[in-house]
DNA sequence: AGTTTCGGCGCC
DNA sequence: AAAGGGCGCCGAAACT
C-alpha cells in the first residue's frame, strides 16, 4: 500500500503538504511546515513524495539528514510524457503543463544554468516558475491519466518511477561525492608532467616536448594549435587533413612521436590537472553535479569537472576512506545483453543467458572463435557502422542472430522516417520531422539540411535516404539499445539504493554501465552480493521474464585504478 | 570585451 | 584499418 503525499515549497519560505489518493487527487487538507525537512520528517508512513522537481527540494532535504523512500518528479515525468506523444520540445515545467491543462498562454521553459566550481549550491533552482500544491496535484492527477494512454501504461509508470529514483541517486550522490586524494592526484601529475613553472604556463614535461616537436620540424611549433600542426606537416611535404591521433600516429616523421605524446599529457594538464584539482575537489571529495536522464537516451551526464570522463591514470587519486572500501562494479558486455532482451532473439538469448563472456561466446557461434571481430560486429549493429570490415561481419551476425539485427534495423528505419522510436519502457526518441524540429535539432537530432548534397557530391537524388535522414537512423538504432540500457540501470540503481540504506555504504559514482559504492570494509562482501541482486530484480522489473543474465565484474579496492 | 563554435580527446 | 552511437571539457578561433 503506498501512501503518496504531494509536496510544494511555499511562497512564504515554508511548504505545503497534502495527501493523495489512487487517482492522483487531494484526499485531505493541506498541511503547512516551515520548513520541508521537519514536514517529511514529521510523516514516516508516506511511501512517496509527489513534487514539482527532486532538484529543488531534495538537496535542501538532504542538508538536514532526511532521506526519503521514493519520490514521484512531475517535472521529469512531464519531460517523459511529452516525448511519449510525440510533443518532443513544449516547455516541461509543471506550470507548462498546468497552463496546458487549463488552456491558458503556455510560459517557456527557464534557462538552464551552467556550472560553477565550487558552488555548494548548483541543485537549487530559484529561477522557476512557483507552482501551488493544488496546481500541482491536478498536473498530477493528469499525468497519472496520460500514463494509461501510454502503448505499455505498466512500463511507462516504471519509468517515471524509476526515474525519480534515480534522480534521488543523483542527489544523494550529489551531496556525497566521490572520495579523492588531492595528494595522490598531485602526485600522478608530478610523475607525468614534471614540475610546474611559474606564472602558470606550461609544465616541464610538455615543454620539453614541445621543443622536441620544434625541433623535428625546424621550426617553432606550438603543438597544443591544429593550425600550426598542419602547417608544419605540410612544410614537411606531409599533407594532413587534421591533428587527429589516429590520422598523424602512423606518418613517418620524427616530430609524430613527441607529438602524440604531448597531445596526451596536454589532455591531462588542461582537463585534469592541477587546476582541475583546485576547482573541483574540497574536503576530499570530487563533486560533479550528477544529472539524471540528462541525455535524450536517459544516460546520465554530469556537469561540471568532467565527471563521467575521469582519464585511467587519475583514476589513481580515488581513494576509499581509511576503513572504507570501494566496491567498483561494472556490467560485462551490457549493450548487447539488453539487445538481446529486448528483441527476444532466440540465438542471442540463449548466448546472453550465460553469464560467460558473451562476446566470445558469439564468436564461437559466428566468427570461428575471433572474439575481437564479433565485438566489432555487435557494436557496429549497435552503432550503426556503415561501412569497412564492420558490414561483413555484420552480415555474419545477421545469419546468426536475425532477429536482433532485425530489431535496430527497424529502429533505424523508424528514425530515418521520422517516426516514433522507443526505449524498452517507453522513453522516446524525438523524430527528426514534423512540428518539433527544433525540439529535435536542439537535442542533437540529424536534421535535413535543404542545401546538402549526398555522398559523391551530387544533388539530392530520389529514392536515396539523404546523410541527415541516414545520421538519424543510426542515431534511433543506437537509441533503443543505449535507452533501454538506460531504463535497466535505473532500476539497479534504485534496487540496490535501497540495500545501502540499511548499511553505511554510499553511491558515490554511477557512468553507464559502471557503479562506485563506499562502505565500510566489513560490509563490502555485502555490497557485493547487493549488486548481484540489484541486477537480477532490476531485469526481471524491466524486462519481465527473460532468460537473459547481467553479469557484474566486481572489485573490492581502496583505490579506483586497482579496479582493472 | 563577451559569447559561441570548433578541434581534439577523455569516458562509456 | 577506419570512422559508427552517447556525452563534457578545454583553449583557440571565430563571431558579435
Known amino acids: 500500500m503506498t501512501d503518496r503525499w504531494a509536496l510544494a515549497p511555499a511562497e512564504d519560505g515554508g511548504v505545503e503538504i497534502a495527501p493523495l489518493g489512487p487517482d492522483g487527487l487531494l484526499t ?36 538536514t539528514g532526511v532521506r526519503v523512500e521514493r519520490c514521484y518528479d512531475i517535472e521529469d515525468a512531464e519531460t517523459l510524457l511529452l516525448g511519449h506523444e510525440g510533443r518532443y520540445g513544449e516547455p516541461r515545467s509543471a506550470a507548462a503543463a498546468l497552463a496546458r491543462l487549463r488552456g491558458g498562454p503556455v510560459p517557456p521553459d527557464p534557462p538552464q544554468r551552467a556550472a560553477e566550481p565550487g558552488s555548494q549550491s548548483l541543485l537549487f533552482e530559484p529561477q522557476s516558475v512557483h507552482v501551488p500544491l493544488a496546481d500541482l496535484v491536478e498536473v498530477y492527477a493528469d499525468q497519472q491519466r496520460r500514463h494509461d494512454a501510454t502503448a505499455h ?31 595522490v592526484h598531485r602526485r600522478v601529475l608530478h610523475e607525468l608532467l614534471g614540475e610546474r613553472y611559474a606564472g602558470g604556463g606550461e609544465p616541464r614535461r610538455l615543454a620539453e616536448l614541445a621543443d622536441e616537436v620544434s625541433d623535428a620540424f625546424g621550426r617553432r611549433v606550438r603543438p597544443d594549435l591544429p593550425a600550426d600542426v598542419i602547417k608544419a606537416f605540410a612544410q614537411a611535404g606531409i599533407k594532413v587533413r587534421s591533428t587527429r591521433r589516429w590520422e598523424i600516429e602512423s606518418l613517418d616523421h620524427p616530430a609524430v612521436k613527441p607529438l602524440v605524446e604531448y597531445k596526451k599529457l596536454y589532455r591531462i594538464w588542461v582537463a585534469h590537472g592541477w587546476s582541475w584539482l583546485q576547482d573541483w575537489v574540497r574536503d576530499g571529495r570530487f563533486r560533479p553535479e550528477f544529472l539524471a536522464g540528462g541525455t535524450v537516451t536517459g544516460r546520465w551526464v554530469t556537469n561540471g569537472g568532467g565527471g563521467l570522463q575521469i582519464p ?5 587519486a580515488v581513494v576509499a576512506d581509511p576503513g572504507w572500501r570501494l566496491v567498483v562494479a561494472d556490467a560485462d558486455q551490457m549493450e548487447p545483453r539488453v539487445l538481446a532482451a529486448i528483441s527476444r532473439d532466440p540465438g542471442l538469448m540463449e548466448v546472453a543467458g550465460r553469464e560467460t563472456d558473451l562476446y566470445q561466446s558469439v564468436s564461437d557461434r559466428a566468427f570461428s572463435g575471433d572474439r575481437a571481430q564479433a565485438k566489432l560486429a555487435v557494436l557496429g549493429a549497435v552503432y550503426g557502422q556503415t561501412s569497412g570490415d564492420g558490414l561483413k561481419n555484420l552480415a555474419a551476425l545477421r545469419r546468426r542472430f ?43 537530432i540529424p536534421q535535413d539540411d535543404p542545401g546538402e548534397t549526398v555522398a559523391g557530391g551530387q544533388e539530392w537524388v530520389p529514392g536515396y535516404a539523404s546523410t541527415n535522414a541516414r545520421a538519424r537512423g543510426r542515431f534511433a538504432r543506437n537509441f533503443v539499445v543505449q535507452g533501454s540500457a538506460a531504463d535497466w540501470t535505473l532500476l539497479l540503481l534504485a534496487a540496490l539504493r535501497r540495500t545501502c540504506a540499511d548499511l553505511a555504504a554510499e553511491l558515490v ?28 530484480l532490476a531485469a526481471r522489473l524491466t524486462f519481465g521474464e527473460t532468460p537473459v543474465r547481467f ?6 579496492v581502496e583505490c579506483y585504478a586497482d579496479a582493472k
Open 28 to 63: 485531505g487538507p493541506a498541511r503547512w511546515a516551515a520548513d520541508p525537512a521537519e514536514a517529511v520528517r514529521g510523516r514516516p508512513e508516506v511511501t512517496r513524495w509527489v513534487w514539482r522537481s527532486t532538484a529543488e527540494v531534495y538537496p535542501r532535504l538532504l542538508a
Open 153 to 183: 501504461p505498466e512500463r511507462m509508470r516504471l519509468l517515471t518511477a524509476a526515474e525519480s529514483a534515480g534522480m534521488l541517486v543523483a542527489a544523494e550522490m550529489n551531496r556525497a561525492g566521490l572520495p579523492w586524494s588531492a595528494e
Open 312 to 316: 585511467k591514470v587519475i583514476r589513481r
Open 402 to 444: 536475425p532477429k536482433a539485427v532485425a530489431y535496430v534495423d527497424e529502429a533505424a528505419r523508424a528514425g530515418e522516417e521520422g517516426r516514433l522510436v522507443r526505449t524498452w519502457l517507453g522513453r522516446t526518441c524525438p523524430p527528426a520531422a514534423g512540428a518539433s524540429e527544433d525540439a529535435a535539432e536542439e537535442a542533437g
Open 509 to 536: 559514482f554511477f557512468q553507464h554501465d559502471e557503479v562506485i559504492v563506499h562502505c565500510p570494509q566489513e560490509e563490502a562482501e555485502m555490497v557485493v552480493a547487493a549488486i548481484r541482486e540489484a541486477a537480477e
Open 551 to 556: 553479469p557484474f565484474t566486481t572489485a573490492v
